[in-house]
């Protein structure tokens, strides 16, 4: 299976430290250790994650390299960019855009520890909400469900602009499936139909920009309860407090629409955009970044000629590592086009031959003199290109299926799987007993307990926080097994 990658072993790659050097930890995420690392190359700053591939099958493998491919494909002004990947022995690095300005999450709790806290101006939260549906409609559009939509996923820039990230459990549909039957994603942002072990489809990541919304709009969850079965049950019958009256009846509206409980009733993403509400934000939207984009441009002239000139060494790769030119690719669309035609085996080998396999990385020096660029004038352009798109979407008809994903949301619930620490995938309704008959029920009963507390508390740690402190719980012995006591309590509190 996938595992974090040390932190110590990580940063010691040669290949790593050839190419990058560490600023800081700026937290952890399903892939492990997120790191702030400035470019050797470049001078500019990005994230760093590493996959520990030792443990992985070769199924898993395939899967996370189709990951990677997903994200390289991906071109989005309002989707944190893809750089590189590279290995180094069993170690795989995953580099991405960096959003300066932090996540969304970040941004409300830092608003509710206000002496008298006060929800976003509802200017700028449909500010937000518009980028995210840009970025949802893109996604969507090529056939790509996120899955784990929530505020963490959200980034910000200084500039305002919001990159949708974190795809570590995104999937192509007709193309891995890893997910599809297991529990994935975080509690608060389940939609009433995965809460009943239905197919995930696009309505669910509605509900979960319903959830993202309601948060920003008031700076709280709407479901919240002492215990993880509590907090399913509220969300399965859509009980939350509504919106305070001092939000605007149109944006009220819009929230409540999101979190419809019947999946038809929900919009999809194409229906949000073409509600007579946002089409009309969507006029007022486009022009003030074209605004903002020429008063951020006059800013950035006026400070790059008060700089001094920097002159930067160019060094030339030796011949043999240079690299001939990548013949044109063809567009994400036409790429899931291709897949969604093919069966299993032609599709894995279709990948491979549009993405053969890199030659082994050799680590070379790269010059340490580049100057630090922490502003290249980028969100500009970014800026720009979102206003562009904003515009083009005043009036437009929107085309595109209203659903899709897994299955039918009026589909009968599924059999859960859950994935046991040696890789085996077992029905969710056996995992209880494997476990007692090698932990014992009252330390497991212990186990699940904390878990469902954890998750459901209004506080409640991250899942890599829940994952650390379950493992100190059970012990060394049996802490192989919490990434499956974590998905057996959430199991457990849907159907016990």
Known sequence: MAQPAEESKAMQSVVFQSKYRVIKSVGKGSFGEAVLVRSKADGKRYIAK?????????????????????????????????????????????????????????????????ETPKPFEPKLAMFWFLQICMAMKYLHDNHILHRDLKTANVFLTSKNVVKLGDFGISTVLQNTMACAKTVCGTPYYFSPELCQSKPYNNKSDVWALGIIFYEVLTLTRPFNAKTLKDLIRKIVVGQYEPIPATVPVEMRTLCASLLQINPAMRPSINRILDSSYVQTTLKTFSAELEDQAQKDKQEFDTKKSAEPPKTVPVQQAPPQQQVAAAAPQPSLRDQMAALRGMNRDDMRAAVSQAHPTAPATTAQHVSHSHPDVDDDGSHIDQKRAIALQSKAMVGAKFDGPEEFGDGPSDSAPQDEQITMANGQTIAASKVRGILEAEMGSALLNKAVEYVSDMMSGAHAPSNVEIQRELNALVGAKFAHHSNAITKLAVWEGKVL
Not at 85 to 91: A, I, Y
């Open 50 to 114: 590493a996959i520990e591939s030792a443990a992985m099958s070769s199924k898993e493998k395939r899967d996370v390299q189709n990951e990677i491919k997903i994200l390289a494909a991906v071109n989005h002004p309002n989707i944190v960019r893809y750089l590189e990947h590279f290995e180094d022995g069993t170690l795989i690095f995953i580099v991405m855009e960096y959003a300066d300005g932090g996540d969304l999450s970040a941004r409300i709790k830092d608003a509710k520890k206000q």
